[in-house]
């Protein structure tokens, strides 16, 4: 599968961003598909995950409640809302895909997009 992530930009802080994960291929939804990102600075982190159908979902504990992941098969699609945005939430985000459920570190992720920038102001 090839993954396309757009929807990054300038943002204040406690204002909202929505990141969109475009996937080609007619078994996207044989795949989950897991948010990480890369700050300056620092390694790539795990953001979020959600299962093939949604019906399960995993955050990173410091996003839980501010950040949301959903996905629309129908679409070929994946999401992800971001609120209260923070400065330190700043960073180079990735969307991914692997087979598995329940894996956060990225080598278990085969496909990636090629990433789209956040800015969060202070």
């Known amino acids: 599968v090839q993954l396309q992530a757009s929807g990054g930009g300038l943002a204040q802080a406690g204002g909202s961003l929505r990141l969109s994960c475009a996937a080609s291929?007619?078994?996207?939804?044989?795949?989950?598909v897991g948010w990480f990102r890369r700050a300056p600075g620092k390694e790539r982190e795990f953001v979020a995950a959600?299962?093939?159908?949604?019906?399960?979902?995993s955050y990173q504990a410091s996003e839980k409640g501010r950040f949301t992941i959903s996905r629309d098969n129908a679409k070929n699609t994946v999401y992800l809302q971001m609120n209260s945005l923070k400065p330190e939430d700043t960073a180079v985000y990735y969307c991914?895909?692997?087979?598995?459920?329940?894996?956060?570190?990225?080598?278990?992720?085969?496909?990636w997009g090629q990433g789209t920038q956040v800015t969060v102001s202070s």
């Open positions: 991914a895909a692997t087979l598995s459920w329940g894996k956060r570190n990225r080598a278990s992720y085969d496909s």
């Open positions: 291929g007619r078994t996207f939804s044989s795949y989950v």
């Open positions: 959600i299962s093939w159908t949604g019906g399960s979902i």
